[in-house]
Protein backbone atom coordinates (compact mmCIF):
# COMPACT_ATOMS: atom_id res chain seq x y z
CA UNK A 1 0.00 0.00 0.00
CA UNK A 2 2.98 2.15 0.66
CA UNK A 3 4.36 1.58 -2.66
CA UNK A 4 0.97 2.30 -4.39
CA UNK A 5 0.90 5.47 -2.79
CA UNK A 6 4.32 6.57 -3.51
CA UNK A 7 3.70 5.62 -7.01
CA UNK A 8 0.34 8.09 -7.01
CA UNK A 9 1.80 10.81 -5.66
CA UNK A 10 5.20 10.36 -8.54
CA UNK A 11 2.61 10.16 -11.01
CA UNK A 12 0.63 13.22 -9.69
CA UNK A 13 3.67 15.34 -9.63
CA UNK A 14 5.54 14.29 -12.50
CA UNK A 15 4.98 15.33 -15.99
CA UNK A 16 5.47 18.87 -18.64
CA UNK A 17 4.64 21.07 -15.22
CA UNK A 18 6.00 19.53 -12.15
CA UNK A 19 3.83 19.97 -9.36
CA UNK A 20 6.15 19.38 -6.16
CA UNK A 21 4.68 16.67 -4.16
CA UNK A 22 3.95 18.46 -0.81
CA UNK A 23 2.02 20.73 -2.53
CA UNK A 24 -0.62 18.90 -4.06
CA UNK A 25 -3.30 18.62 -1.41
CA UNK A 26 -2.76 22.57 -0.98
CA UNK A 27 -3.70 23.03 -4.95
CA UNK A 28 -6.78 20.16 -4.40
CA UNK A 29 -8.05 22.01 -1.93
CA UNK A 30 -8.04 25.35 -3.25
CA UNK A 31 -9.90 24.42 -6.36
CA UNK A 32 -8.10 26.82 -8.73
CA UNK A 33 -5.37 27.71 -10.71
CA UNK A 34 -3.69 26.23 -13.69
CA UNK A 35 -2.00 23.05 -11.32
CA UNK A 36 -5.38 22.44 -9.74
CA UNK A 37 -6.69 21.96 -13.49
CA UNK A 38 -3.86 20.10 -14.29
CA UNK A 39 -4.30 17.75 -11.12
CA UNK A 40 -8.14 17.37 -11.86
CA UNK A 41 -8.20 17.32 -15.72
CA UNK A 42 -5.26 15.16 -16.64
CA UNK A 43 -3.38 13.49 -13.83
CA UNK A 44 -5.76 12.07 -10.98
CA UNK A 45 -8.05 10.20 -13.82
CA UNK A 46 -5.08 9.03 -15.71
CA UNK A 47 -3.13 7.86 -12.57
CA UNK A 48 -7.19 6.47 -11.40
CA UNK A 49 -6.53 4.59 -14.87
CA UNK A 50 -3.38 3.14 -14.93
CA UNK A 51 -4.03 1.65 -11.81
CA UNK A 52 -7.25 0.11 -12.32
CA UNK A 53 -6.46 -2.10 -15.66
CA UNK A 54 -2.79 -2.94 -14.31
CA UNK A 55 -4.72 -4.11 -11.03
CA UNK A 56 -7.13 -6.11 -13.64
CA UNK A 57 -4.74 -7.49 -15.99
CA UNK A 58 -2.65 -8.38 -12.97
CA UNK A 59 -5.45 -9.92 -11.53
CA UNK A 60 -6.71 -11.43 -14.26
CA UNK A 61 -3.42 -13.32 -15.04
CA UNK A 62 -3.17 -14.41 -11.71
CA UNK A 63 -7.04 -16.13 -11.83
CA UNK A 64 -5.98 -17.32 -15.26
CA UNK A 65 -2.31 -19.05 -14.05
CA UNK A 66 -4.41 -20.51 -11.19
CA UNK A 67 -7.24 -22.10 -13.12
CA UNK A 68 -5.31 -23.95 -15.58
CA UNK A 69 -1.97 -24.48 -13.41
CA UNK A 70 0.41 -23.15 -16.43
CA UNK A 71 2.87 -19.87 -15.28
CA UNK A 72 2.99 -19.23 -19.21
CA UNK A 73 -1.08 -18.12 -19.13
CA UNK A 74 -1.92 -14.48 -19.43
CA UNK A 75 -4.92 -12.91 -20.35
CA UNK A 76 -4.49 -12.08 -24.04
CA UNK A 77 -3.44 -16.00 -24.58
CA UNK A 78 -7.27 -16.63 -24.27
CA UNK A 79 -7.73 -14.42 -27.32
CA UNK A 80 -9.17 -11.82 -25.84
CA UNK A 81 -6.60 -8.89 -26.98
CA UNK A 82 -6.75 -10.25 -30.49
CA UNK A 83 -10.72 -9.91 -30.21
CA UNK A 84 -10.78 -6.31 -29.52
CA UNK A 85 -8.09 -5.31 -31.71
CA UNK A 86 -10.53 -6.57 -34.51
CA UNK A 87 -13.33 -4.74 -33.10
CA UNK A 88 -11.08 -1.45 -32.98
CA UNK A 89 -9.61 -2.37 -36.28
CA UNK A 90 -13.12 -2.54 -37.50
CA UNK A 91 -14.34 0.53 -36.37
CA UNK A 92 -11.74 2.92 -37.43
CA UNK A 93 -11.38 1.02 -41.01
CA UNK A 94 -15.26 1.90 -41.37
CA UNK A 95 -14.73 5.10 -39.56
CA UNK A 96 -17.86 4.78 -37.17
CA UNK A 97 -15.50 7.00 -34.40
CA UNK A 98 -15.85 9.84 -36.25
CA UNK A 99 -19.47 9.11 -38.31
CA UNK A 100 -21.42 8.46 -34.84
CA UNK A 101 -19.03 8.71 -31.83
CA UNK A 102 -15.47 8.52 -30.61
CA UNK A 103 -16.82 6.19 -28.17
CA UNK A 104 -17.33 3.68 -30.41
CA UNK A 105 -13.77 2.92 -29.65
CA UNK A 106 -13.90 1.24 -26.82
CA UNK A 107 -17.42 0.01 -27.82
CA UNK A 108 -16.32 -1.76 -30.79
CA UNK A 109 -12.29 -3.00 -28.88
CA UNK A 110 -15.30 -4.44 -25.84
CA UNK A 111 -17.64 -6.20 -28.24
CA UNK A 112 -14.53 -8.04 -29.93
CA UNK A 113 -12.94 -9.00 -26.66
CA UNK A 114 -16.59 -10.20 -25.67
CA UNK A 115 -17.30 -12.19 -29.16
CA UNK A 116 -13.66 -14.01 -28.12
CA UNK A 117 -14.28 -14.76 -24.95
CA UNK A 118 -18.53 -16.29 -26.10
CA UNK A 119 -16.44 -18.44 -28.55
CA UNK A 120 -13.61 -19.93 -26.19
CA UNK A 121 -16.31 -20.28 -23.78
CA UNK A 122 -18.94 -22.26 -26.09
CA UNK A 123 -16.45 -24.41 -27.80
CA UNK A 124 -14.51 -25.52 -24.91
CA UNK A 125 -17.88 -26.66 -23.25
CA UNK A 126 -18.75 -30.35 -23.60
CA UNK A 127 -22.38 -31.52 -24.07
CA UNK A 128 -22.30 -32.30 -20.26
CA UNK A 129 -21.77 -28.50 -19.97
CA UNK A 130 -18.54 -29.29 -18.02
CA UNK A 131 -15.26 -27.38 -19.58
CA UNK A 132 -11.98 -28.63 -20.66
CA UNK A 133 -9.46 -26.61 -19.70
CA UNK A 134 -6.61 -27.39 -22.07
CA UNK A 135 -8.99 -27.37 -24.78
CA UNK A 136 -9.76 -23.49 -24.01
CA UNK A 137 -6.60 -22.78 -23.90
CA UNK A 138 -5.98 -24.11 -27.63
CA UNK A 139 -9.04 -22.53 -28.39
CA UNK A 140 -7.87 -19.36 -27.33
CA UNK A 141 -4.65 -19.16 -28.93
CA UNK A 142 -6.24 -19.99 -31.69
CA UNK A 143 -8.99 -17.30 -32.09
CA UNK A 144 -5.88 -15.12 -31.31
CA UNK A 145 -3.77 -16.19 -34.46
CA UNK A 146 -7.55 -15.76 -36.16
CA UNK A 147 -8.33 -12.64 -34.98
CA UNK A 148 -4.52 -10.98 -35.79
CA UNK A 149 -4.60 -12.50 -39.54
CA UNK A 150 -8.22 -10.62 -39.51
CA UNK A 151 -6.87 -7.75 -38.70
CA UNK A 152 -3.70 -7.73 -40.76
CA UNK A 153 -6.36 -7.88 -43.46
CA UNK A 154 -8.38 -4.81 -42.82
CA UNK A 155 -4.81 -2.97 -42.65
CA UNK A 156 -3.83 -4.30 -46.31
CA UNK A 157 -7.13 -2.43 -47.51
CA UNK A 158 -7.53 0.72 -45.68
CA UNK A 159 -5.58 3.89 -45.51
CA UNK A 160 -2.11 5.24 -44.27
CA UNK A 161 -3.62 7.45 -42.05
CA UNK A 162 -6.28 4.57 -40.57
CA UNK A 163 -2.88 2.38 -40.34
CA UNK A 164 -1.38 4.38 -38.00
CA UNK A 165 -4.57 5.01 -35.65
CA UNK A 166 -4.59 1.23 -35.30
CA UNK A 167 -1.13 0.30 -34.59
CA UNK A 168 -1.32 3.55 -31.84
CA UNK A 169 -4.19 1.58 -30.60
CA UNK A 170 -2.24 -2.07 -29.88
CA UNK A 171 0.64 -0.15 -28.16
CA UNK A 172 -1.78 1.13 -25.89
CA UNK A 173 -2.58 4.37 -24.07
CA UNK A 174 -3.98 5.80 -20.87
CA UNK A 175 -4.88 9.32 -22.45
CA UNK A 176 -8.29 8.58 -22.22
CA UNK A 177 -10.14 12.07 -21.76
CA UNK A 178 -13.51 10.50 -20.60
CA UNK A 179 -13.81 10.37 -16.90
CA UNK A 180 -17.32 8.00 -17.06
CA UNK A 181 -14.95 5.23 -19.24
CA UNK A 182 -12.16 5.88 -15.88
CA UNK A 183 -13.95 5.58 -13.11
CA UNK A 184 -16.33 2.49 -15.02
CA UNK A 185 -12.40 0.51 -15.38
CA UNK A 186 -12.35 1.21 -11.85
CA UNK A 187 -15.58 0.07 -10.85
CA UNK A 188 -15.36 -3.22 -12.93
CA UNK A 189 -11.92 -3.72 -11.63
CA UNK A 190 -12.51 -3.53 -7.83
CA UNK A 191 -16.33 -5.37 -8.70
CA UNK A 192 -14.01 -8.38 -9.96
CA UNK A 193 -11.44 -8.25 -7.20
CA UNK A 194 -14.73 -8.55 -4.98
CA UNK A 195 -16.20 -11.43 -7.10
CA UNK A 196 -12.57 -12.99 -7.01
CA UNK A 197 -12.71 -13.28 -3.06
CA UNK A 198 -15.84 -15.42 -2.94
CA UNK A 199 -13.78 -18.34 -4.89
CA UNK A 200 -10.74 -18.05 -2.81
CA UNK A 201 -11.00 -21.80 -1.28
CA UNK A 202 -11.62 -23.01 -4.86
CA UNK A 203 -8.43 -21.42 -6.51
CA UNK A 204 -6.81 -22.40 -3.38
CA UNK A 205 -8.10 -26.54 -3.69
CA UNK A 206 -7.18 -26.10 -7.39
CA UNK A 207 -3.69 -25.77 -6.78
CA UNK A 208 -3.81 -29.28 -6.15
CA UNK A 209 -5.46 -30.28 -9.70
CA UNK A 210 -9.21 -30.54 -10.71
CA UNK A 211 -9.39 -34.23 -9.82
CA UNK A 212 -8.08 -33.90 -6.31
CA UNK A 213 -10.56 -30.62 -5.65
CA UNK A 214 -13.46 -32.90 -7.27
CA UNK A 215 -12.29 -34.98 -3.89
CA UNK A 216 -12.43 -32.31 -1.65
CA UNK A 217 -15.60 -31.07 -2.44
CA UNK A 218 -14.89 -28.34 -4.49
CA UNK A 219 -17.13 -27.74 -7.38
CA UNK A 220 -14.89 -27.41 -9.74
CA UNK A 221 -16.72 -26.67 -12.98
CA UNK A 222 -18.65 -23.80 -11.60
CA UNK A 223 -15.69 -22.59 -10.03
CA UNK A 224 -13.25 -22.16 -13.10
CA UNK A 225 -16.59 -20.67 -15.06
CA UNK A 226 -17.08 -17.74 -13.24
CA UNK A 227 -13.03 -17.64 -12.45
CA UNK A 228 -12.58 -17.63 -16.33
CA UNK A 229 -15.97 -15.00 -17.37
CA UNK A 230 -14.43 -12.94 -14.43
CA UNK A 231 -10.84 -12.79 -15.64
CA UNK A 232 -12.40 -12.43 -19.18
CA UNK A 233 -14.64 -9.63 -18.70
CA UNK A 234 -12.22 -7.32 -16.52
CA UNK A 235 -9.34 -7.81 -19.38
CA UNK A 236 -12.03 -6.93 -22.00
CA UNK A 237 -13.19 -3.72 -20.15
CA UNK A 238 -9.58 -2.62 -19.60
CA UNK A 239 -8.00 -3.27 -23.64
CA UNK A 240 -11.48 -1.21 -24.79
CA UNK A 241 -10.31 1.72 -22.18
CA UNK A 242 -6.23 1.15 -22.61
CA UNK A 243 -5.40 -0.68 -25.65
CA UNK A 244 -3.32 -3.58 -25.57
CA UNK A 245 -0.85 -3.27 -22.57
CA UNK A 246 1.29 -6.08 -22.64
CA UNK A 247 3.43 -8.28 -19.49
CA UNK A 248 0.92 -6.61 -17.34
CA UNK A 249 -0.97 -10.12 -16.81
CA UNK A 250 2.36 -12.08 -16.85
CA UNK A 251 5.05 -10.67 -15.27
CA UNK A 252 3.08 -9.25 -12.05
CA UNK A 253 1.83 -12.31 -11.07
CA UNK A 254 5.24 -14.11 -10.89
CA UNK A 255 6.91 -11.41 -8.99
CA UNK A 256 4.28 -11.53 -6.23
CA UNK A 257 3.60 -14.99 -6.39
CA UNK A 258 7.67 -16.22 -6.00
CA UNK A 259 7.79 -12.80 -3.46
CA UNK A 260 4.63 -14.08 -0.82
CA UNK A 261 3.69 -17.63 -1.67
CA UNK A 262 1.02 -19.02 -3.59
CA UNK A 263 -2.04 -18.66 -0.66
CA UNK A 264 -4.48 -17.11 -2.78
CA UNK A 265 -6.27 -15.06 0.32
CA UNK A 266 -3.32 -12.62 0.03
CA UNK A 267 -1.86 -13.56 -3.60
CA UNK A 268 -5.26 -11.88 -5.15
CA UNK A 269 -4.58 -8.56 -3.43
CA UNK A 270 -0.91 -8.53 -3.79
CA UNK A 271 -1.30 -9.08 -7.14
CA UNK A 272 -3.84 -6.39 -7.98
CA UNK A 273 -2.00 -3.74 -6.46
CA UNK A 274 1.22 -4.58 -7.96
CA UNK A 275 -0.14 -4.50 -10.83
CA UNK A 276 -1.56 -1.44 -10.44
CA UNK A 277 1.83 0.22 -8.81
CA UNK A 278 3.81 -1.09 -11.92
CA UNK A 279 1.77 0.32 -14.15
CA UNK A 280 1.59 3.98 -12.41
CA UNK A 281 5.37 3.81 -13.05
CA UNK A 282 5.40 2.87 -16.41
CA UNK A 283 2.99 5.39 -17.06
CA UNK A 284 5.27 7.89 -15.52
CA UNK A 285 8.09 6.62 -17.57
CA UNK A 286 6.06 6.64 -20.49
CA UNK A 287 5.83 10.20 -20.16
CA UNK A 288 9.30 11.74 -19.24
CA UNK A 289 11.65 9.79 -20.96
CA UNK A 290 11.29 11.91 -24.87
CA UNK A 291 9.38 14.52 -22.92
CA UNK A 292 7.44 16.63 -24.79
CA UNK A 293 6.77 13.67 -26.17
CA UNK A 294 5.19 10.20 -24.95
CA UNK A 295 5.72 6.84 -25.32
CA UNK A 296 3.08 4.44 -26.21
CA UNK A 297 2.73 2.83 -22.71
CA UNK A 298 3.43 -0.75 -23.93
CA UNK A 299 6.74 -0.18 -25.25
CA UNK A 300 7.46 0.55 -21.73
CA UNK A 301 5.78 -2.32 -20.06
CA UNK A 302 7.16 -4.85 -23.25
CA UNK A 303 10.85 -3.65 -22.56
CA UNK A 304 10.87 -3.24 -18.21
CA UNK A 305 8.56 -7.02 -17.88
CA UNK A 306 10.92 -8.56 -20.93
CA UNK A 307 14.18 -7.25 -18.27
CA UNK A 308 12.26 -8.17 -14.89
CA UNK A 309 11.07 -11.94 -15.82
CA UNK A 310 14.97 -12.32 -17.56
CA UNK A 311 16.01 -11.35 -14.36
CA UNK A 312 13.87 -13.09 -12.00
CA UNK A 313 14.79 -16.41 -14.24
CA UNK A 314 18.57 -16.05 -14.41
CA UNK A 315 18.48 -15.81 -10.43
CA UNK A 316 16.11 -18.66 -9.65
CA UNK A 317 18.19 -20.43 -12.07
CA UNK A 318 21.13 -19.52 -9.88
CA UNK A 319 19.59 -20.33 -6.57
CA UNK A 320 18.49 -24.12 -7.63
Sequence with gaps: MAMLVCAALLSLAVGDMDIPASDILKYLRLKEGIEYAVLDNI????????????????????????????????????????????????????????????????????????????????????????????????????????????????????????????????????????????????????????????????????????????????KTDRSIKVVFITASVITGISVSVSGVIGFVGLIIPHLVRSTIGTDYRVLLLASFLGGGVFLILSDVLARTIIAPNELPIGVITGMLGGVIFITALSKKLKSD
Aim: charged fraction near 10%.
Design 43 to 218: RIPRTILAFSVGGALSLAGTLLQGVYRNPLVEPYTMGISGGAALGVAFCIVLELHLKVSYLMLPLSGFLGAFVSIFLVYRLSSKQNKSLNINRMLLIGVMISFIASSAMLFFMSVTTAENIQSIVFWIMGSLNEPNKFLIYSSLFFSVLGLAVSYLYVVPLNALRLGAVRAKHLGI
